[in-house]
């Protein structure tokens, strides 16, 4: 029995956003496919992930300097506590879908505070003295993008920085299968083909998730 984190990092619901329709769609078909397999759905609108600031840096500190656990301020020791565990179920799972929009060529800000959360040495990286090496080999990521415009070739393909972010961070962690799905070019005016363009990507998620 495979685990699946299914980390969605978008504030509406699939009837508002291109990203979750699909997302939704791959979920239902890869519980259908795999119904032994255990889906645990990560919100990150309402999971509250830490933030590194004083607290996070102050607690690590100490705890680096030989300090207990205990010796902490009662902030410090929440806050510390809440990333281990974001980082320990990370580690515990065999594959991973992200599903985020596009905002302002990159990704929203609690799905860069879940991967600074997610890249701890020693959880999903370590370094040696070859220099760092990844630890989470063997595992399986899908990313599902959706973006106004293309990105994934044309002459915006350079300013992407959503998918070729987190590709460059899992694959920091060792993860080589790294698939993705984007819905875009949906508010080009000078087409008007986004039902068009969202039932491709469904299928193609029906798709990944029968093989995922
Ligand atoms: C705050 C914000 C920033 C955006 N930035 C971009 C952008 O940089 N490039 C782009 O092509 N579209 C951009 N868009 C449009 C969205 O990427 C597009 O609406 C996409 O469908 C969003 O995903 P969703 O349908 O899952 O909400 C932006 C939209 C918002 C709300």
Not at 13 to 29: H, N, R, T, W
Not at 36 to 54: C, M, R, S, T, W
Request: charged residues 20%; proline residues 6%.
């Amino acid at each position: 029995m495979a685990t699946l984190l299914y980390i969605t990092a978008h504030p509406l619901d699939p009837q508002s956003s291109y990203s979750l329709a699909v997302g939704k769609e791959f979920i239902e078909a890869y519980r259908k496919a795999n119904p032994g397999d255990k889906v645990i759905h990560l919100d990150l609108y309402k999971e509250n992930i830490p933030q590194f600031d004083a607290d996070v840096l102050r607690g690590w500190e100490k705890l680096r300097s030989g300090s207990s656990f205990d010796q902490l301020t009662d902030d410090e020791k929440s806050k510390v506590a809440c990333l281990e565990a974001v980082v320990d179920q990370f580690v515990a799972a065999d594959k991973y879908v992200y599903v985020s929009p596009m905002w302002n060529f990159s990704i929203p800000p609690v799905l860069k505070a879940y991967t600074d959360a997610t890249s701890i040495p020693g959880k999903t990286f370590r370094y040696t003295e070859n220099g760092p090496e990844g630890l989470l080999t063997g595992k399986k990521v899908l990313h599902i993008q959706a973006s106004g415009s293309v990105y994934s070739e044309g002459p915006l393909a350079p300013l992407e920085m959503g998918y070729s972010y987190l590709n460059k961070v899992l694959q920091f962690y060792g993860i080589q299968s790294i698939e993705a799905i984007f819905i875009e070019g949906t508010a080009l005016t000078s087409q008007k083909q986004a039902p068009a363009i969202k039932e491709k990507a469904i299928a193609h998620a029906k798709e990944v998730a029968r093989s995922f």
